[in-house]
C-alpha cells in the first residue's frame, strides 16, 4: 500500500473522512501528536490499528470525538459531576478522561479493560474531520508501536507509510507531546499517564500521584539509537568521539553531530520527538541526552525520555 499524503484542505478532510468511515487508516494531525484515525466502534478497523502499528493488544486506544456529549454517551456514569467540570474547563484540548465503558464500547478497542479513554482534541482538522464522521475515532500517536511519536507527517510517512491509506498533513504539532490522561472514576482524578496538559500544572484538579496505566511499561519513544544515555554538561565536554548530544542548553559542539531544544517545557516537547527522529537519521550508535531541569512543568517530558532509555 502506498500511503498518499494529503494537504489538509477541505475536500482533504472531507475525502478523509470517507476513508475512514469506510473502514481504512488515515493519519491525521492533533494538537499533540499525529494519531492514527480508524472508526472506534469497529472491531476490524480496530484490528488494522494494532496490527499496523504492531501495538500489544493489551494497549488500550483514546477514542475521539467532536463534543463532549458524544465523548459522555461513551461512559457509563453514576454521576456525571466531575466529567462536565474537567470538560468544560479543558475540552477541546490535550486532556484525555479514562471512566467505565458503556456497553457498546468494544473490548477490543479498551485492551480488555471496562473502562474507556475518551477525548476531544483541539486541532481545527481533527476536529472537523470528527464532526464530519460523526462517529468515535480510535488515534493512537501514528507511528510504529515503541518508536518516537509522530510529530510531523514526514515522520508519520517513515514508519507507517507502506501500512495505511493516507496522511493529512497539517505541519507539525502544537504541543508534541501526546495527551495528559486521568481516571476520573476516582474523585479527585488520578494522572495515568503526564502529558501535554501538565506543560501548565493541573494543580488540584488531579491528586498529583502518577499511577501508571496499561501499555506504559514497555520501552516506548526510542529512536533506533543503540547507546541512549543522561548527562550532565560536565560529562557532555568529556565524550568520546562520536557521540551525539541532545542538548537545553545553547552551546557549540565542535565537530560532533547535536540538537538544540529551547529550555522551557513547552518548546522542548514541540521539539522533542522531532529531534530524536533527526538524530537517530544521523546513524550515530550513542546519543548523550543533557539532564532536564527539576520543576512540574518538566515530568511529562522526563517521562517520555526515562521510557526511550530503558
Ligand atoms: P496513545 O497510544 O497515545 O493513543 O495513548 C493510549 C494510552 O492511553 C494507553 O497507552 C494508556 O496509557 C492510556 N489509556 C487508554 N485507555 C485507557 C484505559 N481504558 N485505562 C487506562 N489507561 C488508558
Ligand atoms: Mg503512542
Not at 93 to 98: A, C, D, I, K, W
Not at 210 to 216: L, T
Request: with cysteine; aromatic share 6%; glycine share 6%.
Amino acid at each position: 500500500m502506498l500511503c498518499q499524503r494529503f494537504p489538509a484542505t477541505q475536500t482533504n478532510i472531507q475525502k478523509t473522512a470517507e476513508l475512514i468511515r469506510a473502514g481504512e487508516l488515515v493519519a491525521f494531525p492533533t494538537e499533540t501528536v499525529y494519531g492514527l484515525g480508524a472508526l472506534g466502534l469497529d472491531e476490524a478497523a480496530i484490528s488494522k490499528v494494532f496490527a499496523a502499528k504492531n501495538r500489544p493488544a493489551y494497549n488500550p486506544l483514546i477514542l475521539h470525538v467532536h463534543s463532549a456529549q458524544k465523548a459522555l454517551e461513551l461512559l457509563d456514569l453514576e454521576s456525571p459531576e466531575l466529567f462536565w467540570q474537567l470538560a468544560q474547563k479543558y475540552w477541546p484540548g490535550p486532556l484525555t478522561l479514562v471512566a467505565p465503558k458503556a456497553k457498546h464500547v468494544p473490548m477490543l478497542a479498551t485492551g480488555g479493560l471496562d473502562k474507556v479513554a475518551v477525548r476531544v482534541p483541539a486541532h481545527p482538522v481533527a476536529l472537523e474531520l470528527l464532526r464530519l464522521i460523526d462517529a468515535p475515532v480510535v488515534a493512537p500517536s501514528a507511528n510504529a508501536s515503541g518508536r518516537p511519536s509522530s510529530t510531523t507527517a514526514d515522520h508519520v510517512l517513515l514508519t507507517l507509510g507502506d501500512k495505511i491509506s493516507a496522511v493529512l498533513d497539517a505541519g507539525p504539532c502544537e504541543y508534541g507531546l501526546e495527551s495528559t490522561v486521568i481516571d476520573i472514576s476516582q474523585n479527585p482524578p488520578v494522572v495515568l499517564r503526564p502529558g501535554a496538559l501538565n506543560l501548565d500544572p493541573i494543580g488540584r484538579d488531579t491528586s498529583g500521584k502518577i499511577q501508571g496505566s496499561p501499555g506504559r511499561l514497555d520501552k516506548h519513544y526510542a529512536p533506533l539509537i543503540p547507546e541512549i544515555k543522561l548527562a550532565s554538561l560536565e560529562e557532555l565536554e568529556r565524550a568520546p568521539p562520536g557521540t551525539a548530544f541532545l542538548v537545553h542548553t545553547p552551546r557549540y559542539f565542535e565537530s560532533r553531530v547535536y540538537e538544540i531544544l529551547p529550555n522551557n517545557p513547552k518548546g522542548y516537547a514541540k521539539g522533542l520527538f522531532a529531534a530524536l527522529y533527526r538524530l537517530e537519521a544521523s546513524k550515530t550508535q550513542s546519543l548523550w541526552i543533557e539532564r532536564l531541569p527539576e520543576g512540574k512543568e518538566w515530568e511529562s517530558i522526563k517521562d517520555r525520555i526515562l521510557r526511550a532509555l530503558s
